[in-house]
């Protein structure tokens, strides 16, 4: 196993410099000139040439990716010119609830889409088949900005059962001492049970628009898998064997189809990730997404060159950690390793 992650992480190092390089010459060719939009709309030529001269902007491209890489290697991912703090602090800040909203959105689409999957692979052609199928579906198709906005109108503007979609929490609610930074987990270790709930009451939108979007491919895959299963071989001899349907359906034919839904909960959680931008906007949520989507406005370089590096180390960590679950799931997998 340990061999396997060794080998997971020597690859893994191409894509990292790739990244590197390909972030930098893309913010590079963005519309919009940092220097002129710190400014101001009123400032003349000659500061705005000054300016760009504070921030290295006027030295050739090889020079400024030299001093963006001897910075990297400090662990200094830069100053972001629109906090004012450096980009590490924001990031540290920000990421905590960007992973709450998107573990929350992800769970509750696993909470769902795994027993429909499973349901609609032994009851085939039923209607519990074909809800799985409108599912997938209406995930595929709905936009998830579209999806949120929708919720929103409906559960906030119409029923007025969920909270203003205002941030983590309402103007109401203090925050807890920051423990862990996940929200609902620093209330409860406060033992802040009304905390809680608001928190709680602000997740619930944000995340159910994630599950819908997410929803389709686990659905899907979940299907796909265990029809593939229970029509093998070592499935109908163990029907044969005696065995109960529920004892080769639970511990031999989903064991063994948990290996492509598993790598589909990888793809899935990075798409979340990308997919948070929209619903961080849409719900005002305070996570890495929106502050990304303020620097890209702001065309301030560093925000953004540190937020697509965070995310390919999150992306290849995720890789590696489905790796390491593919040789828990299948020891196949570590003999081969």
Not at 40 to 69: H, N, T, W
Not at 197 to 207: G, H, M
Request: with cysteine; proline share 6%; hydrophobic share 55%.
């Amino acid at each position: 196993m340990l061999k396997m992650i060794g080998q997971r992480l020597m690859t893994t190092i191409p894509s990292i410099i790739g990244v590197i390089i390909v972030t930098f010459l893309l913010t590079r060719v963005l519309p919009g000139d940092t220097a002129a939009y710190f400014a101001g709309p009123a400032a003349s030529p000659q500061a705005i040439a000054e300016i760009r001269g504070k921030l290295g902007l006027d030295q050739p491209l090889p020079v400024q990716f030299v001093s963006y890489v001897t910075a990297l290697l400090k662990g200094d991912l830069g100053q972001s010119l629109t906090t004012g703090q450096p980009v590490t602090r924001d990031i540290a800040a920000r990421l905590p609830a960007s992973a709450e909203l998107t573990l929350a959105g992800l769970l509750l689409a696993m909470a769902v889409a795994l027993p429909l999957g499973v349901l609609a692979a032994v009851k085939q052609g039923s209607w519990i088949d074909h809800l799985c199928r409108i599912v997938a579906t209406a995930g595929v198709s709905l936009p998830v900005f579209f999806t949120g906005l929708l919720l929103v109108y409906v559960f906030y503007f119409l029923l007025g059962w969920s909270p203003a979609p205002l941030g983590r929490l309402d103007v109401f609610a203090s925050e807890p001492p920051g423990v862990t930074g996940f929200l609902l987990i620093d209330m409860l270790l406060a033992r802040d049970l009304e905390g809680f709930r608001a928190a709680f009451s602000q997740l619930i939108l944000p995340a159910v628009t994630l599950a819908i979007f997410s929803l389709a491919p686990i659905t899907r895959m979940t299907r796909a898998s265990m029809l593939a299963v229970l029509g093998a071989d070592f499935v109908r001899t163990a029907r044969a064997s005696g065995l109960t349907n529920s004892k080769v359906i639970g511990t031999y034919a989903f064991r063994n189809a948990m290996l492509p839904v598993v790598t589909t909960l990888g793809m899935v959680f990075s798409f979340l990730l990308g997919a948070n931008v929209l619903v961080e906007k849409v719900f005002a949520w305070p996570g890495i997404g929106s502050y990304a989507v303020e620097a890209l406005i702001a065309s301030d370089y560093a925000p953004i060159q540190g937020f697509v590096l965070t995310m390919a180390v999150m992306y290849v960590a995720l890789n590696l950690m489905i790796d390491v679950l593919y040789g828990v799931i299948d020891p196949r997998v570590r003999l081969e390793g």
